[in-house]
């Protein structure tokens, strides 16, 4: 099942407009609820998470460290015409993870090398006819050996390749399974626009994610393009204000044994809604989006 995990940050911000948050930790927290296809109505990337200065990488040589964390709770899941598909549903999911982003300072491509991992350990809850049902495992490990970052002015922005790997512990017999049983890969570019002051942030991701087959059974979720974005305004020197969200597509059928399920099982989302960041000191901050 798919988790919506919001933020915590810690990283030098170098040169940019924002330079009095130099070394700054934010914590925000995301509560929201969606909704996709793909094998168990889920996927392997959490859409929705990354709308707190998406396109910044650490500086030259240094290291960011993000946490994320959710809870995340849903009533209903759908089949492809929008119909619910599991009566007495309820699922509920407590989730935590880490990011590390590396820049090696090394230069290529006109802008500097740069590598990330994110691995997440989850709780779910699930109430289903059959019973209730709970689970806590690792979720799908998000691998970017490579990336390539860029800095101009107030302009922030990268690019990189995005590989995903499959969640454990994971039974093919279980009502209940932490993350998607399969490998998946895709480009991912992202910029952020800070203005002076952090008077301004206008932020943008775009993932495409091709899926690969669930070696244990035989299925493959279709491709998958997400979209998510942020702008926010400054309203005091402690405060901003602003919108989040994301839209999510799903661009080929579900297979099975390399057929298409009935009616290609294809999710599609769009959200928006209020999304707020609070300084405590020159090294702390809070958001909170929804």
Not at 9 to 38: D, E, P
Not at 154 to 171: C, E
Not at 214 to 233: Q, V
Request: hydrophobic share 40%; proline share 4%; net charge positive.
């Amino acid at each position: 099942m798919h988790t919506r995990l919001g933020k915590t940050r810690t990283q030098r911000m170098g040169h940019c407009a924002w330079s009095r948050l130099a070394g700054a930790f934010i914590t925000a927290m995301l509560l929201s609820a969606g909704a996709q296809a793909t094998e168990n109505g889920a996927s392997v990337y959490p859409v929705g998470a990354e709308t707190v200065l998406q396109g910044m990488m650490p500086p030259p040589r240094a290291t960011g460290l993000y946490e994320f964390s959710v809870v995340y709770a849903a009533n209903e899941t759908d089949n492809s015409t929008g119909q619910s598909a599991a009566p007495e549903f309820k699922l509920r999911v407590f989730a935590n993870a880490v990011k590390i982003e590396h820049n090696w300072g090394v230069p290529v491509f006109g802008g500097m090398l740069a590598s990330t991992i994110g691995i997440s350990a989850v709780y779910m809850q699930l109430h289903v006819a059959p019973g209730k049902f709970d689970k806590f495992g690792l979720g799908n490990v998000d691998l970017i050996p490579f990336g390539v970052t860029y800095n101009k002015g107030n302009w922030h922005w990268f690019y990189q390749g995005d590989f995903f790997l499959p969640g454990a512990p994971y039974s093919k017999t279980a009502v209940l399974n932490i993350g998607q049983h399969n490998f998946a890969a895709g480009p991912v570019g992202a910029f952020t626009y800070l203005a002076p002051k952090a008077a301004w942030e206008i932020s943008s991701k775009a993932d495409y994610i091709v899926n690969f087959k669930d070696g244990a059974t035989g299925y493959r979720g279709g491709n998958e393009l997400t979209w998510e974005y942020t702008a926010m305004r400054a309203v005091s020197k402690k405060a901003s204000i602003g919108v989040n969200g994301y839209l999510y597509q799903q661009t080929t059928d579900d297979q099975q044994n390399g057929t298409a399920v009935a009616g290609g099982n294809r999710g599609r989302d769009l959200a928006i809604g209020p999304q707020l960041r609070v300084f405590f000191g020159e090294h702390s901050a809070f958001e909170f989006k929804y």
